[in-house]
């Protein structure tokens, strides 16, 4: 991977983070930059933190360990370092939706899940067209034209994840 390449992927993560902040403040129904949480959400979302990161330990150990002992690496690092990120995060917000303390009490949780959707859609365009001129596997290996899909795959998860919760909530309540 040449230098213009990767200063392109930060750059194009730089500007995706700070559309999303930007889309996600627009998604409090108070306009303001801060969520608000109360306290059983804080206790959740600090368990959630806590397995996110036993789970990026956990994978972090696992991927050095195959490189370590694999002749051929399965993925190029960033890719490989990108993907235990994006199972950490499917990891707490997973666990976080599912006990009711990922959305704010000043967020609109369905504007929320449009800004995933538009993501996601987004990064699909993006793995779609980068598919459609290269492969996303070289010589048995992942490369890193596979992030795009990788997170696109991660939003679909969390939004699956928040579809069959309110699912379930609406379930439980009739």
Same mark, same amino acid.
């Given at each position: 991977?040449?230098? &213009?390449?990767?200063?392109?992927?930060? %750059?194009?993560?730089?500007?995706?983070?700070?559309?999303?902040?930007?889309?996600?403040?627009?998604?409090?129904?108070?306009?303001?930059?801060? %969520?608000?949480?109360? &306290?059983?959400?804080?206790?959740?979302?600090?368990?959630?933190?806590?397995?996110?990161?036993?789970?990026?330990?956990?994978? *972090?150990?696992?991927?050095?360990?195959?490189?370590?002992?694999? *002749?051929?690496? /399965?993925?190029?690092?960033?890719?490989?370092?990108?993907?235990?990120? %994006? !199972?950490?995060?499917?990891?707490?917000?997973?666990?976080?939706? /599912?006990?009711?303390?990922?959305?704010?009490?000043?967020?609109?949780?369905?504007?929320?899940?449009?800004?995933?959707?538009?993501?996601?859609?987004?990064?699909?365009?993006?793995?779609?067209?980068?598919?459609?001129?290269?492969?996303? @596997?070289?010589?048995?290996?992942?490369?890193?034209?596979?992030?795009?899909? !990788? %997170?696109?795959?991660?939003?679909?998860?969390?939004? !699956?994840?928040?579809? @069959? $919760? /309110?699912?379930?909530? $609406?379930? &439980?309540?009739?």
């Amino acid at each position: 991977m040449n230098k &213009e390449y990767l200063i392109g992927i930060i %750059c194009g993560m730089i500007v995706g983070v700070l559309l999303v902040a930007v889309l996600m403040k627009k998604a409090r129904t108070d306009g303001s930059l801060k %969520c608000k949480y109360d &306290e059983r959400q804080r206790l959740v979302r600090a368990t959630g933190f806590k397995y996110s990161f036993f789970t990026l330990m956990a994978y *972090d150990l696992i991927y050095g360990a195959t490189n370590a002992v694999m *002749d051929n690496r /399965w993925a190029e690092d960033m890719v490989g370092m990108f993907l235990g990120i %994006c !199972i950490s995060v499917v990891v707490y917000a997973g666990y976080t939706i /599912w006990n009711e303390g990922y959305f704010s009490m000043n967020e609109n949780p369905r504007k929320v899940l449009v800004i995933f959707a538009a993501v996601a859609v987004l990064n699909f365009i993006g793995a779609f067209r980068m598919l459609s001129e290269t492969s996303v @596997i070289e010589n048995g290996m992942l490369m890193s034209n596979s992030m795009n899909l !990788i %997170c696109g795959l991660t939003f679909i998860v969390i939004f !699956i994840i928040v579809f @069959i $919760k /309110w699912q379930v909530s $609406k379930r &439980e309540a009739d």
